[in-house]
């Protein structure tokens, strides 16, 4: 039997037109020269050699089973003969470790100096760390520097021949800029997808992180970690870290640390090895609509000081609660996050300037960084999510308290746990000063300026003789 299929034709005009769209489409793209057909092997055949595949090996810690040390239970577990055994395993502990084995990938930035970068958690823990080439040289890398905050680490390899990839300018990016992913996935061996950028300055990942991903619909698989994020022309944007994955699997939501957070961090791995935290001492939260209006701001973004710590280079820079924080060193400041992480990779010692707001008006101020030990240089409070104080009771300052005659305000006497003063922040023992910038100085004011019928405030607030900044919704 002889079947014939018959399939639609195109009307000639219509694939001509279709031609053309493609053609558009493609023009980011690069013309393979030995082929004639669209894409980006060209660009490939640069870039590829300049990503590596790693191997870890080391020991992870696991627990025995609780019962085999249990006298009624060791009959169980230790047949006859195994007496000696038996008395070897009562004087182990109870967590031992087992050779562990792991694979990820990583991106040459120097061939001339070796180094390679990766993620801090490809190399975590790791005894030895092997590097495979494209051209399939095996090098055992030595580790420079890691960085868990920012996922990021530096490996040396001394090796001739190699090849690098010229770092992008990743504060650049769109939102839907072409990009390639290319990495180990799954120990296969290279692999390269593509995507677009879906989405930038992405956050909350990692809550004890430093973050500002870029996120991507390029397939990111366990083993891609560590790999390169580059644009259509070879250029790296990013280092392939984290993958959002609730079936087990690539669902098209990636994550990669901007190349420009990397840079930041190079150079404190190759000097010190390790990060240096920057402190400026200071408690914020971002800049809403809710804050905006409060605050009536004329900017939409930014991060609002609630306090400063005492003897903080923000202290000294003349910072106050209230403040909202704009810029750095003239890059602006898009919220709590952003600030968290330009002051975190800042070396202690360094004198930044800030721009702000107080009021209307626009100023600006240095302030040389404080080494923050470990510790986040600041705590992003997000505001709570009523608009009444219910639930605190208000007084006059009396006359035994150490603000009488020196402050005026409206005392908060008391917070009942777990009511709505509580939540926005509120405290027994708060003197609140101001209401919206405009002071408080009795009961009077206070509720005045809370029935003006405002959906959210803002109260500058003293606590034990530090100036605190509540939003209250």
């Known amino acids: 039997m002889n079947l014939k299929l018959n399939l639609p034709r195109l009307p000639a005009l219509l694939f001509v037109a279709s031609l053309t769209a493609l053609g558009t489409v493609l023009t980011p793209l690069t013309q393979a020269a030995d082929s004639g057909r669209p894409g980006i092997a060209p660009m490939l055949e640069q870039v590829t050699p300049a990503v590596v595949n790693i191997a870890v090996s080391g020991r992870s810690a696991v627990q025995q089973n609780p019962l085999?040390?249990?006298?009624?239970?060791?009959?169980?577990?230790?047949?006859?003969?195994?007496?000696?055994?038996?008395?070897?395993?009562?004087?182990?502990?109870?967590?031992?470790?087992?050779?562990?084995?792991?694979?990820?990938?990583?991106?040459?930035?120097?061939?001339?100096?070796?180094?390679?970068?990766?993620?801090?958690?490809?190399?975590?823990?790791?005894?030895?760390?092997?590097?495979?080439?494209?051209?399939?040289?095996?090098?055992?890398?030595?580790?420079?520097?890691?960085?868990?905050?920012?996922?990021?680490?530096?490996?040396?390899?001394?090796?001739?021949?190699?090849?690098?990839?010229?770092?992008?300018?990743?504060?650049?990016?769109?939102?839907?800029?072409?990009?390639?992913?290319?990495?180990?996935?799954?120990?296969?061996?290279?692999?390269?997808?593509?995507?677009?950028?879906?989405?930038?300055?992405?956050?909350?990942?990692?809550?004890?992180?430093?973050?500002?991903?870029?996120?991507?619909?390029?397939?990111?698989?366990?083993?891609?970690?560590?790999?390169?994020?580059?644009?259509?022309?070879?250029?790296?944007?990013?280092?392939?870290s984290a993958i959002i994955a609730p079936s087990g699997g690539n669902v098209g939501i990636g994550f990669a640390v901007p190349i420009n957070m990397a840079k930041a961090v190079v150079g404190q791995l190759i000097e010190f090895g390790s990060v240096q935290r920057g402190l400026l001492g200071v408690q914020i939260t971002d800049v809403t609509p809710d804050v905006v209006e409060a605050l009536t701001l004329k900017v939409g973004e930014g991060a609002v000081v609630q306090s400063v710590n005492p003897g903080s280079p923000a202290q000294t820079a003349g910072l106050q609660a209230g403040d909202v924080i704009v810029a750095v060193n003239g890059a602006p400041i898009s919220g709590a996050s952003s600030l968290r992480n330009t002051i975190g990779l800042i070396r202690a010692g360094q004198q930044v300037r800030i721009g702000y707001l107080r009021g209307d008006e626009h100023h600006e101020t240095n302030a040389t960084i404080a080494s923050a030990g470990g510790a986040n240089q600041t705590a992003t409070t997000q505001g709570a999510q009523n608009s009444a104080l219910q639930g605190a009771s208000f007084s006059a300052i009396p006359a035994d308290d150490p603000n009488y005659g020196g402050q005026s305000g409206v005392l908060v006497t008391a917070v009942a746990e777990g009511s709505r003063a509580f939540a926005n922040g509120l405290r027994a023992g708060d003197v609140i000063t101001a209401v919206n910038r405009r002071p408080v100085a009795n009961i009077e004011d206070l509720q005045k300026q809370l029935g003006a019928g405002q959906r959210t405030v803002a109260l500058n607030v003293l606590r034990d003789q530090q100036s605190l900044f509540l939003i209250v919704r």
């Open 68 to 240: 085999a040390d249990d006298p009624f239970f060791q009959r169980y577990f230790n047949g006859p003969g195994q007496q000696q055994q038996q008395q070897q395993q009562q004087q182990q502990r109870q967590e031992r470790t087992v050779p562990t084995r792991a694979v990820g990938s990583g991106v040459i930035i120097d061939a001339e100096k070796g180094y390679i970068l990766t993620n801090h958690h490809v190399v975590a823990n790791a005894d030895d760390i092997a590097v495979t080439l494209t051209d399939r040289r095996h090098f055992t890398a030595k580790l420079i520097g890691s960085d868990a905050g920012t996922d990021v680490a530096l490996l040396q390899i001394e090796a001739k021949g190699l090849k690098a990839l010229p770092l992008a300018d990743s504060n650049t990016l769109h939102v839907g800029d072409f990009v390639a992913a290319i990495g180990n996935p799954f120990g296969l061996g290279q692999t390269v997808t593509t995507g677009i950028v879906s989405a930038l300055d992405r956050a909350g990942i990692n809550n004890d992180g430093y973050e500002d991903f870029i996120q991507t619909d390029a397939s990111i698989n366990p083993g891609n970690s560590g790999g390169a994020l580059v644009d259509f022309q070879g250029n790296l944007l990013g280092i392939n």
